[in-house]
């Protein structure tokens, strides 16, 4: 264990003490704080871990997935699919056609005589209508002519359309990208929980196992290490209560070249993306971790087969998200999942049957779920 590992640790033990010192709040909601890039912090955690806002967010979601912190659900917030995720954007009403967000809303006008419908600018002469067709004036609405509908009309391209769309402009970097590529970040209110309690009176971390290395620090999602425990007590408690359980494997297809075109940096920043958007679909009963350095793994509890074959897919799709720079080749993602059935023996056999379900996908050509369908 190395000493920054014992110095988060303590910090976080500090963290569960302070919130069960008498008289002291039990509870850490979020503030609204500007110079954090998801618009929030937790006053206390920043102080105790001494992060700048925001970033003490992961340590806390760490206690709760450790059992001594209890999540509740706060507010949704999006952020800007760059890679400072930053909480500045300005949603905007846009051009169907050509995305300029320089539209008017406007009446659009029937001219009974000559059957000529166009926006009402294109009518108006002065202080009258004037029809641009056939040039007759309109005096009388219901007699000369009808309202039929109220639609947008683009200054920048002239298209008229029925509704704008939406779309995002980061008002960090400036970046402009359509609204279902955001990335949402869920927000959560954390009550210290009773095994955290238990902590707090200890004045030490439960278990052998330091909190700090559970999580893999390159992509902030658990070890492997982390992932056997986990998957073995998800296994046994399938069994036992008869529940349902799915494994997700996936990885970005030839990353390798990716890295050699543009780089590391930027091969790992996308493999922290692609991580990032994995953890955002995950309940808080499921677990992210890290295998072989670029393969993600995946547990989704109580989830049988055609759940696990809607999450892989949506993930699978939800990689695009990440191909926000021109400069750069796109990426694709390989993805293999398996759900529990009475011939998986154990958490190794759950586990080896998700990843040949990845080696077929990767045999397919990439940017492929497998299996296609439960046998």
């Keep these: 264990m190395t000493d920054l590992d014992n110095i988060t640790s303590d910090r976080r033990v500090v963290l569960l003490q302070r919130l069960t010192t008498p008289g002291a709040i039990d509870t850490l909601e979020p503030v ?26 992961k340590h806390l979601d760490l206690l709760a997935d450790l059992g001594y912190l209890e999540k509740q659900f706060f507010d949704k917030i999006h952020l800007c699919v760059c890679e400072r995720r930053q909480f500045a954007i300005n949603f905007r009403e846009v051009c169907v056609n050509c995305r300029s967000s320089n539209i008017v809303e406007t009446d659009m006008i ?24 056939c040039d007759v004036e309109l005096k009388h609405i219901g007699v000369d002519y009808e309202k039929v509908s109220t639609d947008y009309v683009c200054g920048a391209c002239a298209h008229v359309f029925t509704e704008p769309e939406i779309d995002c402009q980061c008002l960090a970097c400036i970046q402009q990208f359509g609204v279902e590529r955001a990335f949402v970040r869920t927000l959560y209110i954390y009550r210290i929980s009773a095994k955290g309690i238990l902590v707090a009176s200890r004045g030490t971390m439960e278990g052998d196992i330091a909190a700090g290395s559970l999580i893999d620090p390159e992509l902030n999602v658990y070890s492997f290490d982390y992932f056997e425990e986990r998957l073995a007590q998800e296994f046994a408690g399938a069994l036992r209560y008869d529940r349902s359980l799915s494994i997700v494997i996936a990885e970005i297809d030839r990353l390798d070249e990716f890295e050699v075109e543009h780089g ?3 091969s790992a920043r996308k493999l922290r993306d692609f991580a990032g958007i994995a953890k955002e679909s995950l309940r808080d009963s499921d677990a992210a971790a890290v295998f072989d350095q670029t393969i993600l793994t995946l547990i989704l509890t109580d989830t049988p087969f055609e759940g696990a074959s809607i999450f892989a897919n949506r993930l699978r799709e939800h990689v695009d998200r990440l191909n926000d720079n021109p400069e750069e080749r796109n990426i694709t993602a390989s993805i293999g999942f398996t759900s529990l059935t009475t011939e998986i023996t154990g958490p190794q056999s759950i586990f080896d ?7 077929e996908a990767r045999l397919a050509g990439g940017d492929t779920v497998r299996p296609l369908s439960r046998n």
Aim: with cysteine; glycine share 8%; net charge negative.
């Design 264 to 266: 590391r940096q930027a």
């Design 32 to 57: 609204s704080n500007l110079a954090s890039s998801i618009g929030y912090c937790y006053e206390l955690a920043q102080e105790v871990f001494e992060t700048r806002p925001g970033d003490e967010v």
């Design 110 to 133: 029937h001219h009974y005589s000559c059957g000529y419908t166009g926006a009402e600018p294109e009518f108006q002469d002065g202080i009258r209508y004037l029809c641009p067709k």
């Design 353 to 359: 049957n998700a990843m040949d379900h990845l080696r």
